[in-house]
């Protein structure tokens, strides 16, 4: 893995990474403003995540102009047009993920590259777990080798080639390397934003795809790349940050919104997924300052 540039000016932050069979791009950056405001640009062949919550955003794509809300967390997927965006009035945090044209062809099995289709706002659990994992690294809170960047590529090509390319692949795939069908992956998914707020446990989560806690958790950890348990925390830490950063709930209210009864713990769990404590989290507002890479090779 390879940092290919990073811009960690005083009002935006950006870095990227070149992976084995990808390219990732993390962002967070203060809102572009209203109608006058400024305008970002989302390239080619990419499927990210927005890790914000947005009203009333703007996108202009192919002649299209569209305006729609985002909520955190949601898929965004661009074919052979970029998207131009605007009018975002609360800061934007997101990860775009641009697949090798190489790795494309080789999930479709085909000489020409798939186009991937258009995107806006859907909820996909293994590109959301995908993009948790490579947040994690941009930010220096995690390490991820070229073993297991190679792995989750294949996996997110595979999965990208199969849902949102117009090609058919051998169920048996999927089968035999264990992993949940993508509308028990989508019901499960489901689940757990409804309940991020409630106990939670492997048996409610394996209920739902109609599958033993054992097998459930071995087969969402190889279609995720996330372990059930990763998974509800990185959702409950995201809605957590929204929350202090759109509402007046305290830090302990906070922590109960997300199913978290002990605040010191909470506290920590927050501070391990961002690198910062909630209360410098809402202080800092709409710019605060990414952690600092921790780990060899990644930008700061």
């Given at each position: 893995?390879?940092?290919?540039?990073?811009?960690?000016?005083?009002?935006?932050?950006?870095?990227?990474?070149?992976?084995?069979?990808?390219?990732?791009?993390?962002?967070?950056?203060?809102?572009?403003?209203?109608?006058?405001?400024?305008?970002?640009?989302?390239?080619?062949?990419?499927?990210?995540?927005?890790?914000?919550?947005?009203?009333?955003?703007?996108?202009?794509?192919?002649?299209?102009?569209?305006?729609?809300?985002?909520?955190?967390?949601?898929?965004?997927?661009?074919?052979?047009?970029?998207?131009?965006?605007?009018?975002?009035?609360?800061?934007?945090?997101l990860v775009e993920i641009y697949p090798d044209d190489d790795l494309l062809r080789a999930a479709a099995g085909s000489s020409r590259t798939p186009e991937i289709e258009p995107l806006r706002g859907v909820r996909d659990a293994v590109v959301l777990g995908t993009a948790s994992i490579l947040k994690q690294a941009h930010l220096g809170l995690a390490y991820v080798d070229g073993l297991r960047a190679g792995a989750l590529a294949h996996r997110l090509a595979e999965h990208v080639v199969g849902h949102y390319a117009g090609i058919v692949l051998s169920r048996r795939a999927d089968a035999g390397a264990?992993?949940?069908?993508?509308?028990?992956?989508?019901?499960?998914?489901?689940?757990?934003?409804?309940?991020?707020?409630?106990?939670?446990?492997?048996?409610?989560?394996?209920?739902?795809?109609?599958?033993?806690?054992?097998?459930?958790?071995?087969?969402?950890?190889?279609?995720?790349?996330?372990?059930?348990?990763?998974?509800?925390?990185?959702?409950?830490?995201?809605?957590?940050?929204?929350?202090?950063?759109?509402?007046?709930?305290?830090?302990?209210?906070?922590?109960?919104?997300?199913?978290?009864?002990?605040?010191?713990?909470?506290?920590?769990?927050?501070?391990?997924?961002?690198?910062?404590?909630?209360?410098?989290?809402?202080?800092?507002?709409?710019?605060?300052?990414?952690?600092?890479?921790?780990?060899?090779?990644?930008?700061?």
């Open positions: 893995m390879t940092t290919a540039g990073a811009d960690t000016g005083p009002m935006r932050r950006r870095s990227e990474l070149r992976w084995p069979g990808l390219r990732s791009v993390y962002c967070w950056h203060p809102p572009t403003g209203g109608v006058t405001g400024g305008v970002t640009v989302s390239g080619r062949q990419q499927i990210g995540v927005s890790f914000a919550e947005h009203h009333g955003v703007v996108t202009e794509s192919g002649g299209r102009r569209d305006r729609f809300d985002i909520r955190p967390g949601d898929v965004f997927a661009n074919g052979w047009s970029r998207v131009y965006w605007s009018e975002v009035t609360r800061h934007d945090e264990g992993r949940l069908d993508h509308v028990l992956l989508d019901r499960v998914a489901d689940v757990v934003e409804a309940r991020l707020g409630d106990p939670l446990t492997v048996d409610d989560l394996a209920a739902a795809a109609t599958l033993s806690p054992f097998h459930f958790a071995r087969s969402f950890k190889a279609s995720t790349g996330l372990a059930p348990h990763e998974y509800v925390t990185s959702r409950r830490m995201e809605r957590a940050k929204s929350l202090l950063l759109s509402s007046r709930l305290s830090v302990p209210e906070v922590a109960y919104a997300v199913g978290l009864t002990n605040v010191s713990h909470f506290r920590r769990v927050f501070r391990r997924h961002t690198g910062l404590l909630p209360s410098q989290l809402r202080t800092a507002g709409s710019d605060p300052p990414p952690p600092a890479g921790r780990w060899p090779g990644l930008a700061s």
